[in-house]
C-alpha cells in the first residue's frame, strides 16, 4: 500500500522513507542526541520539544543500565546537512531525568517499558522550533495492520532528518511493535499515525 502524505500547516511529506525539510514546524521541533559516556563511547539519538525548554527523549539515551548515566548530552534542534539552524545546547546530569523503573528492574524486557527520558535546556528554544502536541492512539490505530510513521536522525553518513514508515505487527503492554527500515539514532523519535491529518506524538520510538 502506498504511503498517504503527511501534512501540516507548513510541512508536508510523502513517502515510505523520506528526508525532511526540518526548518519548519513540526519537524524543526525534532532533536539530533549525542550522548558523551564515561567510557569515551558517543552515541545517537533522537528527541523532540514538547515544550519551550523541554526535550522528550527515550531513557538509554541519557542513562546505560550497565554504564550509568551519561557524562553530558548535546541537544541539536532541526540538524541538517548544512548545520545547526537553531544551535546546539550542552547539558549535564543535573539537566536530564528518566523514568526510575527503567534503572531498576532487573531485566531489560522489564525495563522497556519505562524507557522515556527528559531533557530540560537552558533556553526557550522551543519557542522557534515549535513543539510536538500529544495525543493518544486508538485500540483501532494501535492494532495489528495499521500504519505508523517515525521521524529522526538515523546513523550514518547522510546527516538528514529522515521520515520512515512502518505497519505494527504487534501490541502488547501498552506498547507497539512495527516493521521498518530502522537502524541506530532513531531512539527517541516520534511516532504517531500514518492516517493522521496533522502529526501529534503518540509514543516514542524504542530501537535497540
Not at 136 to 146: F, I, L, N, V
Amino acid at each position: 500500500m502506498a504511503p498517504k502524505s503527511i501534512k501540516t500547516e507548513e510541512a508536508s511529506i510523502s513517502s515510505s522513507k523520506a528526508c525532511v525539510e526540518n526548518n519548519k514546524p513540526p519537524f524543526s521541533a525534532i532533536c539530533k542526541i549525542l550522548s558523551y559516556w564515561s567510557d569515551g563511547q558517543v552515541s545517537q539519538g533522537t528527541g523532540f520539544f514538547f515544550g519551550s525548554r523541554t526535550v522528550i527523549t527515550v531513557a538509554h539515551n541519557l542513562y546505560r543500565r550497565d554504564a550509568n548515566y551519561a557524562d553530558k548530552v548535546v541537544v541539536i534542534p532541526g540538524a541538517n546537512r548544512t548545520g545547526e539552524p537553531f544551535g546546539k545546547f550542552e547539558v549535564g546530569p543535573t539537566s536530564f531525568d528518566w523514568h526510575r523503573n527503567y534503572e531498576s528492574k532487573q531485566h531489560d524486557r522489564d525495563a522497556d517499558p519505562y524507557d522515556i527520558g527528559v531533557i530540560w535546556l537552558p533556553q526557550p528554544i522551543g519557542d522557534k522550533t515549535k513543539w510536538w502536541d500529544l495525543g493518544s492512539m486508538s485500540d483501532t490505530e494501535a492494532r495489528p495492520g495499521q500504519r505508523v510513521v517515525t521521524c529522526g536522525f538515523p546513523l550514518g553518513p547522510n546527516p538528514e532528518l529522515q521520515l520512515q514508515t512502518g505497519t505494527i505487527v504487534n501490541d502488547f503492554d501498552g506498547m507497539i511493535q512495527y516493521d521498518a527500515d530502522f537502524g541506530g539514532g532513531l531512539s527517541g523519535a516520534p511516532i504517531w499515525p500514518e492516517a493522521n491529518s496533522f502529526p501529534y506524538i503518540c509514543t516514542v520510538a524504542l530501537h535497540k
